[in-house]
């Protein structure tokens, strides 16, 4: 009987570690992959940057310092590594670039810019995005960390190795606004 009872209490911690183990590594995963739909906005973020420094400096020579400003925050965002530098730099280029499209109320014809304007609207759209996964991932991240502090599920999180995910956080800031 006890040999059984012994047999039983082994099978069961071993379901039991297969099954959390499984559930951890479920739990990684749907983090890594609401990062990398975050990645993804960013990169598009990052693809119009050049666009739009190359048609507001057609239009606004003289704010070579805001277009610089703009492109070296935006190879900084690029080099980021861990998501908490991550959205500290994003957020910084997001607020360069909400100062770059603030140049059009000085530039009435890059107001008018057809150029500008798609690429204005594209932004905003990228922005809408970000914002979007950002909230499935920071959800995704709060599930995970939930259950890799929660006992008993701790024990084999660190004994695993499981490390809890950065939360992506952006300053708030005043939002894009289209022109026209």
Do not use: C
């Not at 400096?57 to 980021?80: D, F």
């Not at 140049?103 to 914002?131: C, H, I, M, T, W």
């Not at 939930?146 to 499981?162: D, K, M, S, V």
Request: cysteine-free; aromatic content about 8%; hydrophobic content about 50%.
């Amino acid at each position: 009987m006890l040999l059984w009872f012994i047999g039983f209490a082994a099978i069961a911690l071993l379901a039991f570690v297969l099954i959390t183990f499984n559930e951890l590594i479920a739990a990684r995963n749907g983090v890594r992959k609401a990062w990398s739909d975050i990645d993804v906005q960013l990169q598009r973020r990052h693809d119009l940057v050049p666009q739009l420094v190359a048609v507001v400096k057609g239009y606004a020579e003289h704010e070579r310092g805001t277009l610089s400003a703009v492109a070296e925050v935006r190879a900084r965002a690029q080099a980021s590594a861990s998501v908490a530098q991550r959205g500290a730099v994003e957020s910084e280029l997001a607020t360069q670039l909400t100062r770059m499209l603030a140049l059009q109320e000085r530039y009435p014809e890059l107001k008018a810019s057809g150029n500008f304007l798609e690429l204005q609207r594209e932004l905003v759209d990228v922005e809408d995005r970000v914002q979007s996964a950002r909230g499935v991932y920071n959800d995704a991240a709060l599930g995970y960390n939930t259950q890799i502090q929660n006992f008993p599920e701790l024990l084999l999180a660190r004994l695993f190795g499981f490390r809890a995910a950065d939360f992506f956080q952006a300053q708030e800031r005043a939002p894009v606004q289209l022109s026209g």
